[in-house]
């Protein structure tokens, strides 16, 4: 795995190195044609991708660690460029979900999580309202711009959280789960959303309690939060263990 202490000189240095030994490659595969296409597609998978693919995606990987800027903001619409995005997604989502009994557990503690609170839904509500037009991003090449209201997920952190480098995030039966890095999971545009456009989230849409990180992909805005938890390692991520990259985008 890679690791998530690369300065940004670090990777600038692996780069330079990558471009050379990517110069040395592309020439053998000008020479080999075909067969290195062969190659590519038949190199050993590790968790589903061939290797010089998942090895570039590790070094993006690496290389977003080091650029990550806090400070960064995805851009905001005027309210009325909102509409209703498809709903797409349905992992950990599939069964009806009895509001009434819906809580969300807070969990510290790695490979043997405990639970150290439960919370209803009016644990969020009173924290305070935050609201963003943001535009959200689908990897599979379509983006909406929408008007979110929720918490922060900072303010959650301060008064029900751990200050870890990690922060998991999954449904209530653990079927879909995120993970982000703490920069990213204080970052004022990432939201414990229960509003969208105006209207309580539909169960489509993942309510009660849906993640919305506007600086990264939508596959990152988990739906229908069960638990949340606060570890030292790097958490699960549902896509990158298929093979994306485990940050997907800042
Ligand atoms: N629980 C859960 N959350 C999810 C998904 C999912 O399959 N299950 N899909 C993700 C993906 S790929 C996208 S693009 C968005 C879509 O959110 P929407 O259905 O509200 O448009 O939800 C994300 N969150
Ligand atoms: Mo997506």
């Known amino acids: 795995m890679s690791t998530t202490s690369a300065t940004p000189t670090d990777a600038a240095v692996e780069l330079r190195r990558m471009t050379r030994r990517s110069f040395a490659t592309g020439g053998i595969a000008t020479v080999a044609g075909a067969a290195s296409l062969w190659w590519i597609k038949h190199a050993v998978p590790e968790g589903g991708i061939p290797w010089p693919l998942r090895k570039m995606m590790e070094f993006n990987s690496r ?12 851009p905001t619409f005027d309210v009325s460029r909102a509409r209703e995005p498809r709903v797409n997604g349905m992992i950990g989502l599939k069964k009806e979900l009895d509001l009434r009994r819906w809580h969300l557990d807070v969990l510290t503690g790695g490979d043997k999580p405990v639970i150290e609170r439960s919370l209803p839904i009016n644990a969020i509500h009173e924290l305070p309202r935050f609201e963003m037009v943001t535009e959200f991003k689908c990897v ?7 008007h979110w209201a929720g918490c922060r997920l900072s303010d959650f952190i301060a008064k029900y959280g751990h200050d870890t480098p990690f922060v998991g995030l999954s449904t209530p039966d653990r079927a879909y ?25 539909t169960s489509g849409h993942g309510a009660p309690l849906r993640l919305v990180c506007s600086l990264k992909y939508g596959v990152k805005s988990i739906k229908r939060i069960g638990a949340i938890q606060f570890t030292n390692k790097r958490s699960a991520d549902y896509w990158a263990e298929q093979g994306y990259d485990w940050h997907l985008g800042h």
């Open 63 to 74: 290389v977003s660690d080091a650029i990550f800027d806090p400070n960064r903001l995805a």
């Open 140 to 146: 599979e090449g379509w983006s909406e711009v929408v």
């Open 177 to 201: 789960y995120v993970g982000l890095d703490r920069a990213s999971a204080v970052h004022s545009q990432s939201l414990l959303a229960y509003e969208m456009n105006g209207q309580p989230l």
